[in-house]
Structures are given as structure tokens and as C-alpha cells.
């Protein structure tokens, strides 16, 4: 097959790539020079150019068509754009997401588990890894941990043979990600939960969003999920089972108490059912992440001793409710929440402390509810920092820190709106006291994980030289 590829962007290039992979000349094209794309972006289409796939970069992709029998078009590209009446002119035939989705599939001849969700797909699919590799498996994981676009993370385990020497992948599922993995057959499906993120991206539909994130459903040869997402799946599947955080009304129960995390579980289609309990150290949302852990690998085959195993090698994840250090007395933590609900889930760990919240930019990519998340910080906050900078696409927008100090005018916070995160540390040590808990909650911890943690991090540090 000739196929060309209309649009060298985020959606173009792992289709590329994985249809060069599997034996097909690929053409790329983008009205972009190489120059004109990020630093990283420009070294995935040299390998892409290595592995054979030709460059046809700041040109017009209709020199191209006549070259080739298929083509993929990107969905940016718009529906009554010159270039599709082309190929519709030309009948060059058009492979569409299901069709690469296909192709994927054929290669991946191992288990897999897919994690799909709004919070916590990162953590979870890193506990299931931990929890497969203690039972002596041997893993490929992959999260927002090793990329922030996962069919590329994804395309490139599969063009470097991670499938063939792995026992089990273990693939965290964005909605991005999705559009070429909802042909592919999981083992196992997980859906954490479902709340509104990414809506610019789905015309500010949650209905669409929704649509998307179910992709999962008809993919699953076992659905898991969490309890959130009843509503939406109890018209579609009724063999799904169910995980919660101390709510008999699930199949897989967990509660925890006095450092003991305590996991109940029935799945009647499965025929499995018992009780397991094992130490637990970790906070927030870690909890619940590991019961939804425990629930896919109990569905897999998994005995309790295993489970127990994984769950105690597991001591979380970068940007992830990370603990940093004690500097002058104060406890700092670096954590990734951003969206209200996992706010809450965060903050919730700390609630009986006296508190200094340092929020980045919560837009990172896309534009979030700002005012809301100053909202939920404020309910907590004894002191609430906001940085107008956005690491991820380094663009400075005061307006986004005033809108959520804006959004925590009820509060009785301190609230200070600064210019970036190296000021934003600097005054946390400046409005605090030996006791006192220093906390970051932002996309910037997933997003540009080095450059806000060494900002935040560097001020800091300047701040205990200033104010001591």
C-alpha cells in the first residue's frame, strides 16, 4: 500500500509510523518545515525519516497524491478543506482511526489491560505493573510518565518489539490515545471515572466526552470500573464489576484504618470471591487507585498474596503526591491535581494542617474552570499562591492566576497572585512557619514535570536564605 499522510501533528505521526512499521510506503506531509515543529517533535520525524517514512515538510500535500493509493487524513484538518475534495477527485481511498486501530491490533499478540478515565489512569496502571511484576511478570507499562502522547509512547514500543518480549502490557488510555486503540482487544478494561476535562476538545459537549472515554466498553473482555460511572455503564454491560472505597454496594470493597487497607471482594461472573488485607502507607487518591489495581488484577487471575506484594513495592509516583523534603520545618509536596474532584481528593490528605497551596497555571494545553479550582483550594488553603505563567506552552497569563485567587473570595486565605513558580516558592516560605504544610497541586506536574518542580524548588530554597 502507497499511503499518504495529510498533517505531520500529534494524530499523523504515530499513523505514520506504525503504517511504515508494517510494511507500507508512507509519505508525510504538513505545511510545516521540520524547524517549525517543537524540539521533540522534530526528533520523532528524523526517526521517522530514519525508518523510511518520507518527509514532504512546508509543501502542499497535493503534490504527494499522485504518488499514492491511500490516505490518512488528521482530524484537524477541515471537513470542506481543498486537500479532501482532492483525494475524493482522485479516489484515493481513506483509512480512517478504526483502520490503523485494526492494524495495531494484529501486532499486539500479548494480554493487555487498558486504563481509561479523567484522574488517576497514571497511577493505577503503575500499580498494576507493580502488582504483575511481583507476581513475576514481565511488563510493558506505559503511562503519561514516559510522554505526554501516548499513541506515540505506544507506536514506539511496538516498533522496538516491546510486545514480543513482555508477558503483559499495561497501557494507560487517554482519550487522545484512544481514537487508535478502540479496535484493540483488551483482557482487561478499566475506567476509573469520568468528570469534565478536555470539554474545548468535544465542542464543549460532556456528552461526547463521555462517548469517548466509553470506547472501553465494547474493547473489554472484563470491564472494570469505578462506582462514579454507573450511570453511564448500566445500560451497556451488566457483567462489569465495580470498585469503591468503603461502599458495600461494589464487588471489590476497600476501606482503610489505622494504616491497614482492608479488601472485600465478589464477582459472581467470575466466581471469585474473599478478603485480603495488607499495610498501607500512602495518601489521597492512592487509596482508591489501588483498590481499582487490585479489582483488575483479582479479574485477571491474580491470588490476594500477589496483590499484597505489588501494593507494598508501590511507593507512588513523581509529581503524584510526592513527598520532597522538610525545609525549615516545613513539609513540601509536590502533587499533579487540577481537576476539582481530584482537588478535593488531595487537599482531603491534609486537611488538618496548616496549609500553603501553590497552584501553576491550571490551563496547561487547554483551557480549565479556573475560578473553580480556586474555589476548591480556598475551602483548604490557609495560604493560596497562583502562578500566571504556563510551563507547558511558556506563555505568561496573569489573568489565569487572578481568576482562581479570584475564585477563593469567600475564602480566608492569604491570596497571592505571582508572575511564576520560582516566586510562588520564595513566598511560600515568606507566608509560612516551622509547621507549617508547603503544597503544589497543577497540571505542570504531569505536563513539564523537571522545569516546575526545579522552579518551584529553586524559590524555595532562596526563600529559606531570605526569610529564616
Not at 502542499?60 to 478543506?81: C, L, Q, R
Not at 485477571?300 to 525549615?328: P, R, T, W
Not at 481537576?339 to 494542617?353: A, D, H, K, Y
Request: charged letters at 25%; hydrophobic letters at 35%.
Amino acid at each position: 500500500m502507497k499511503c499518504i499522510i495529510i498533517g505531520a501533528g500529534n494524530a499523523g505521526r504515530p499513523v505514520a509510523r506504525i503504517l511504515n512499521h508494517t510494511g507500507n510506503q508512507v509519505i508525510i506531509t504538513d505545511r510545516k518545515i521540520l524547524e517549525e515543529f517543537p524540539p521533540g517533535v522534530q526528533k520523532t520525524i528524523k526517526t521517522m525519516e530514519d525508518e523510511g517514512v518520507e518527509l514532504m515538510l512546508g509543501s502542499d500535500a497535493s503534490k504527494g497524491i499522485e504518488k499514492v493509493d491511500h490516505a490518512y487524513v488528521s482530524p484537524t484538518v477541515p471537513g470542506n478543506s481543498p486537500i479532501r475534495k482532492l483525494l475524493q477527485d482522485k479516489q484515493v481511498k481513506i483509512l480512517d482511526n478504526d483502520y490503523v486501530s485494526k492494524v495495531i491490533n494484529d501486532i499486539l499478540d500479548l494480554d493487555i489491560i487498558g486504563i481509561t478515565g479523567t484522574l488517576g489512569k497514571t497511577s493505577t496502571t503503575h500499580i498494576l505493573s507493580d502488582i504483575f511484576q511481583s507476581a513475576g511478570y514481565n511488563v510493558w507499562t506505559c503511562s503519561s510518565r514516559m510522554g505526554n502522547l501516548l499513541s506515540e509512547v505506544i507506536v514506539d514500543g511496538i516498533v522496538n518489539g516491546l510486545h514480543k518480549i513482555n508477558d503483559i502490557a499495561i497501557l494507560e488510555l487517554p482519550h487522545g490515545t484512544s481514537r487508535l486503540m478502540s479496535k484493540v482487544d483488551l483482557n482487561i478494561g478499566v475506567i476509573t471515572n469520568i468528570y469534565p476535562d478536555h470539554l474545548d476538545e468535544f465542542e464543549y459537549s460532556m456528552e461526547k466526552y463521555v462517548a469517548r472515554k466509553l470506547f472501553i466498553v465494547d474493547s473489554s473482555k472484563i470491564l472494570v470500573s469505578g462506582m462514579q460511572c454507573i450511570n453511564y455503564l448500566e445500560d451497556l454491560r451488566d457483567d462489569t464489576i465495580y470498585y469503591c472505597q468503603e461502599n458495600s454496594k461494589c464487588n471489590v470493597n476497600g476501606k482503610l484504618k489505622d494504616g491497614i487497607l482492608d479488601i472485600t471482594y465478589d464477582m459472581p461472573n467470575l466466581n471469585i470471591n474473599g478478603h485480603f488485607e495488607t499495610s498501607f502507607k500512602l495518601l489521597g487518591y492512592y487509596i482508591e487507585n489501588s483498590i481499582a489495581a487490585s479489582a483488575a488484577a483479582l479479574a485477571y487471575g491474580l491470588d490476594g498474596n500477589s496483590i499484597i506484594k505489588g501494593l507494598n513495592s508501590f511507593k507512588g509516583i513523581a509529581g503524584h503526591m510526592e513527598y520532597i523534603g522538610n525545609f525549615k520545618g516545613r513539609e513540601v509536596h509536590f502533587d499533579a491535581a487540577f481537576v476539582p474532584e481530584g482537588l478535593v481528593s488531595t487537599l482531603e490528605s491534609f486537611q488538618n494542617q496548616e496549609l500553603i497551596v501553590i497552584v501553576d497555571n491550571p490551563d496547561s494545553t487547554n483551557p480549565r474552570d479556573k475560578y473553580k479550582v480556586g474555589e476548591v483550594v480556598g475551602k483548604y488553603a490557609n495560604v493560596l499562591i497562583c502562578s500566571g505563567y504556563n510551563e507547558t506552552t511558556k506563555k505568561f497569563n496573569i489573568e489565569a492566576a487572578n481568576e482562581v485567587i479570584q475564585g477563593a473570595e469567600k475564602s480566608s486565605a492569604i491570596k497571592i497572585p505571582v508572575d511564576d513558580m520560582f516566586t510562588a516558592g520564595e513566598l511560600s516560605i515568606k507566608h509560612s512557619h516551622p509547621g507549617c504544610t508547603i503544597l503544589h497541586v497543577g497540571p505542570g506536574a504531569i505536563t513539564n514535570y523537571e522545569d516546575v518542580k526545579t522552579k518551584m524548588m529553586s524559590g524555595i530554597k532562596e526563600g529559606c536564605k531570605k526569610y529564616d
